[in-house]
């Protein structure tokens, strides 16, 4: 199993990004799926993350500007950025709880990292 993150560049402050997560491999489920970010010299923190079902939950600081979704179908998820600041540059990670098997348990991958930048 993979995670693959995308979509991260370099962004004018107030701009927009839209990042991808892409997952591979041998799937049987996926349960939640999240979105973490680290900046140099910060610990890694919880941006936001959904359930199977739909479910979100974000960080208090970023609630109304961020936006996660999924597509179950595809095993994809993504994380929407709006009114971007110059705080918010960081490497993003995805995570995902993911079965390999019917009978197997939920095991937490990560994706390599998409690096966000916001700067003018």
């Known amino acids: 199993v993979q995670l693959q993150a995308s979509g991260g560049g370099v962004v004018q402050p107030g701009g927009s990004l839209t990042l991808s997560c892409a997952a591979s491999?041998?799937?049987?489920?996926?349960?939640?799926m999240g979105w973490y970010r680290q900046a140099p010299g910060n610990q890694r923190e919880m941006v936001a993350n959904?359930?199977?079902?739909?479910?979100?939950n974000y960080a208090d600081s970023l609630k109304g500007r961020f936006t996660i979704s999924r597509d179950n179908a595809k095993n994809m998820g993504y994380l929407q950025m709006n009114s971007l600041k110059p705080e918010d540059t960081a490497v993003y990670f995805c995570?995902?709880?993911?079965?390999?098997?019917?009978?197997?348990?939920?095991?937490?991958?990560w994706g390599q990292g998409t690096q966000v930048t916001v700067s003018s």
């Open positions: 995570s995902a709880d993911i079965r390999s098997r019917s009978f197997s348990f939920p095991t937490a991958y």
């Open positions: 959904i359930t199977s079902g739909g479910s979100t």
């Open positions: 491999g041998r799937i049987y489920s996926m349960s939640a």
